[in-house]
Each structure stands twice: as C-alpha cells, then as structure tokens.
C-alpha cells in the first residue's frame, strides 16, 4: 500500500515506517502542530486576562458585589472561561477565574467575589 506524506501529499518513498517525504516536511508539519496548540493556549490566557479584568472592574465591598448578566455581557464577559470551580457543601457553585469568582443568582443576578 502507497503512503502519502501528510505536508505536501507526495508519495513516501523508503522504509515502511516512514511517515513523511522528507526531513523538511516532517519539520514543517510538526511546526505548525506546535504554533497551533501555542495559539490555542494563548487565545485562552488572553480570555481569562479579559475576564480577569472584568471582575476586577468591579468595586468590591467586604470582598463582595453584585450585578446583572447584562452588565457583564456587555463588558464582553465569557462565561464559558473560568480557571477552577467551587462547590460549597450546600452545592452552591462558584466559577473562579484565579482569585476572583462569580455565582449566578436568580434572575440573571451575579455575585462577585474575591477569594482570600
Ligand atoms: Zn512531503
């Protein structure tokens, strides 16, 4: 059975368990591996930075506030981004982006705090 060299899709030439063409596409394929998941993980540190700072935009008072869905959508807030979650034993969740966190309320209400 032919092999073909997943960079430039040539026939592989040589030994059985050869799985590129060449040196120079082996290279260039594990390069773009390797930029890929470092944009990935950049993409994510940049998200939770964002994040970071939206919470931290909030005046806290005795480590706590309040606000709406809304407010925080509006600062480009995503919920989907978070670094730890804590469950306290009366299984209330909290989504923590390092030492600052939020708990939904009701009615699209908010609580923000910041973990000692
Ligand atoms: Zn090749």
Do not use: A
Request: charged share 35%.
């Amino acid at each position: 059975m032919e092999k073909l060299c997943p960079e430039c899709g040539e026939k592989i030439i040589g030994r059985v368990d050869k799985k590129f063409c060449s040196d120079y596409c082996r290279n260039s394929f594990n390069n773009k591996l390797n930029k890929d998941s470092k944009n990935l993980i950049r993409n994510i540190n940049n998200r939770l930075r964002k994040n970071h700072r939206i919470l931290e935009s909030f005046s806290l008072k005795d480590g706590k506030t309040k606000t709406t869905r809304y407010k925080l959508l509006d600062k480009g807030f995503d919920f989907e981004i978070f670094t730890s979650i804590y469950t306290t034993k009366k299984g209330t969740i909290y989504y923590f982006i390092y030492d600052l966190g939020y708990l939904p309320l009701d009615n699209d209400y908010y609580m923000i705090v910041k973990r000692e």
